[in-house]
């Protein structure tokens, strides 16, 4: 018996000197911490366990990507809020030309070169914008070490960039073809 407890005693001061790092005690105690919901998991549910494991990674998995589409559609209005002025002010010049009474074909060519010269203006604004912006992003995970996590995050990030781009695409494009220089 006295055997027994010198085992016991050095286990437990072996363990004490282990555990002595704050990050090993953290480490501990999120894995009892997840063993403890499997065991007791597997207690209520019985075989159902798996199942549950199933939904819950279907809902982290939507939570993540749900995620990663704000972010990303916060970066593209975030850009779109820098040139938003620009942009309305070109419309507005377009729509108050159309409305106007007295037009010529010299007058209408003049407003197509100036929409032209106002749209790649703001594009190319919109664009060192936006690319500030990504820069901006990418450096909070240019540390972390290249894996299929990371490749798959940044993949998702650009083309919920790229979706949200011909969102407001599909927005603007109506109310500038529909300029009455464009008809």
Known sequence: MNSF??????????????LSKRKDIVSLIIFIGIALVFLISYYFWGNHVV??????A?????????LIMLIAGFTVLKSLFLFAG??????????SYCSAQWRSSVSDEALRD?????????????????WGALKEYY????????????????????IFIV?????????????????CVYN
């Open 5 to 18: 407890k010198n085992i016991v005693s050095q286990i437990l001061k072996e363990v004490s000197e282990k």
């Open 51 to 56: 199942e549950a494991m199933g939904i819950t």
């Open 58 to 66: 279907g809902i982290v998995w939507v939570v993540l990507i749900l």
């Open 86 to 95: 620009e942009l309305s002010l070109t419309i507005f010049l377009g729509q």
């Open 114 to 130: 100036l929409l032209v010269v106002a749209f790649l203006y703001i594009i190319v604004s919109f664009g060192r914008s936006l």
């Open 139 to 158: 450096k909070r995970v240019k540390k972390e070490r290249w894996s299929i996590a990371k490749i798959f995050a940044i993949l998702l990030f650009l």
């Open 163 to 179: 979706w949200f781009l011909r969102e407001i695409y599909l927005v603007v494009s109506p109310i500038i073809l529909n300029l």
